[in-house]
């Protein structure tokens, strides 16, 4: 069985430009959460999906949106990208019901340099 | 902030070693979880503990909580290079569905 996939791997924007990162979970999976990985540290919880509807929003921008598709594969689009947006974006999946906080599964993410 | 803390921040070990790292947090949990990153890819799910366990293991893998304490650790027994890897907790408290992660630990296990 496939795992989460995420697209693009790896992808290089300047100041101002837009970004939207893909993901496709795990099949029968409902619920897709995203996260920024800034280098050397923990994961920040972005935004919750689940049943195609926001569930839960960390302390982001509302320059950072997300969506969710009847296929529950889900895409976050990040808005007048600064320097500080560079990251690893991880997309997790789980099959759990809304707000489940058991085991997610990790795709390999989106590596994101803004230069 | 209720972002976990881990100690220590890095580990180097020899194989065959056995490597311990610590998580502490501030607020009540519903359960904790470790999870492994290799550098710089996504996360793997390692185990679950919930706040009325005590211990639990998998395989080389032992993870304690100590709710009184706040805190819990992993312990990697039998170490090989292979575990050579950034190792997070992630907690859930309260109401708060969201996953609270902690900085991560980085271990280096040499051969």
């Known amino acids: 069985d496939a795992g989460v996939t995420q697209s693009p791997t790896h992808l290089i924007k300047t100041r101002g430009q837009h970004v939207t990162l893909r993901c496709s979970p795990i099949?029968?999976?409902?619920?897709v959460s995203w996260y920024q990985q800034v280098l050397g540290q923990g994961p920040q919880f972005i935004f919750q999906y689940y049943e195609k509807e926001e569930r839960g929003r960390g302390n982001f921008p509302d320059r950072f949106s997300a969506r969710q598709f009847p296929n529950y594969s889900s895409e976050l689009n990040v808005n007048a990208l600064l320097l500080g947006d560079s990251a690893l974006y991880l997309c997790?999946?789980?099959?759990?019901?809304?707000?489940?906080?058991?085991?997610?599964?990790f795709g390999e993410g989106s590596r994101l340099t803004v230069l | 902030s209720q972002q976990g803390e881990e100690d220590p921040q890095a580990l180097s070990i020899q194989e065959g070693e056995n490597a311990t790292m610590n998580c502490s947090y501030k607020t009540s949990i519903n359960n904790l979880q470790w999870y492994r990153q290799n550098s710089g890819r996504g996360l793997v799910h390692l185990i679950l503990i919930r706040s009325n366990e005590r211990e639990k293991h998998s395989g080389r893998l032992r993870v304690t909580l100590d709710t009184s304490k706040k805190s819990s650790s992993l312990l990697i027994t039998a170490s090989r290079a292979a575990d050579t890897a950034s190792y997070f907790c992630?907690?859930?408290?309260?109401?708060?569905?969201?996953?609270?992660w902690g900085l991560g630990t980085s271990l280096a296990v040499n051969p």
């Open positions: 997790a999946s789980s099959p759990g019901t809304w707000g489940n906080t058991g085991e997610l599964f």
């Open positions: 992630a907690f859930n408290a309260g109401n708060n569905r969201k996953l609270i």
């Open positions: 099949s029968g999976h409902k619920s």
